[in-house]
């Protein structure tokens, strides 16, 4: 799944390159998607590749070539609603957006997460109070959680949660993974939802509480 700002971008060179063969410069992407550093479009650039949508060529200027579009993306021109949101009319004028944050272990812990990657556009109903933000989810830890690869979590930031919980953790201040959580004998446990993934046991200072799941978000394609 894209994000808003990926997709958007994406759409762009296309269209560019469907004049020119030439993809536009980072600073025309950084100017049509109102960002405000390059910074930005670099982020934006290396997750399409990463996806498969787009290819980096060597020994050429501006050296992309888009090398597939969503399924969806030729309905949306034709209809003109490139911005268009997968709910009704009456949710998507009410939509909000929280920050995607990139991609969040649900096995081993990875590096963490801290450049924003875009955003996501969500219907409050999918959040409540507080303030949200997004993952996307590497690995099949929680799978009996109903939480799968290449799934969106929104998550509310927090810095606590009860036991039994589904939380963002942050260990040793390095390393963020997304798990159940769990205190027992003055010991903080970060449980998996699959029998092929062990427990994680950590001192409570080793582990800090970013947040706790609110609802996810899954395409199929």
């Known amino acids: 799944m894209l994000t808003k700002k990926q997709r958007e971008l994406l759409i762009f060179i296309h269209d560019n390159m469907k004049e020119s063969d030439v993809a536009p410069s980072f600073d025309e992407m950084r100017i049509a998607l109102g960002l405000k550093s390059k910074s930005g479009i670099h982020r934006l650039i290396s997750a399409l590749v990463e996806r498969g949508y787009l290819e980096r060529l060597p020994h050429r200027a501006r050296a992309l070539q888009?090398?597939?579009?969503?399924?969806?993306?030729?309905?949306?021109?034709?209809?003109?609603?490139?911005?268009?949101?997968?709910?009704?009319?009456?949710?998507?004028?009410?939509?909000?957006?929280?920050?995607?944050?990139?991609?969040?272990?649900?096995?081993?812990?990875?590096?963490?997460?801290?450049?924003?990657?875009?955003?996501?556009?969500l219907p409050p109903m999918m959040m409540g109070s507080g303030e949200h933000y997004a993952l996307e989810v590497d690995g099949e830890s929680m799978i009996n959680a109903g939480i799968n690869d290449g799934d969106t979590v929104i998550i509310k930031k927090c810095d606590h949660a009860n036991d039994g919980?589904?939380?963002?953790?942050?260990?040793?201040?390095?390393?963020?993974?997304?798990?159940?959580?769990?205190?027992?004998?003055?010991?903080?446990?970060?449980?998996?939802?699959?029998?092929?993934?062990?427990?994680?046991?950590?001192?409570?200072?080793?582990?800090?509480?970013?947040?706790?799941l609110a609802s996810l978000m899954r395409t199929y394609h």
């Open 66 to 121: 888009v090398t597939r579009l969503p399924k969806d993306i030729s309905a949306e021109k034709e209809t003109n609603a490139n911005n268009i949101a997968p709910f009704p009319a009456a949710i998507a004028a009410d939509m909000t957006s929280v920050p995607l944050y990139g991609r969040i272990a649900a096995g081993s812990p990875i590096e963490a997460i801290r450049d924003e990657n875009g955003a996501v556009d």
């Open 165 to 212: 919980d589904i939380v963002v953790a942050l260990v040793d201040g390095e390393e963020v993974t997304l798990k159940r959580l769990k205190r027992k004998d003055g010991k903080v446990i970060l449980i998996p939802e699959n029998d092929e993934f062990t427990e994680q046991v950590f001192t409570p200072d080793r582990v800090q509480i970013q947040g706790k």
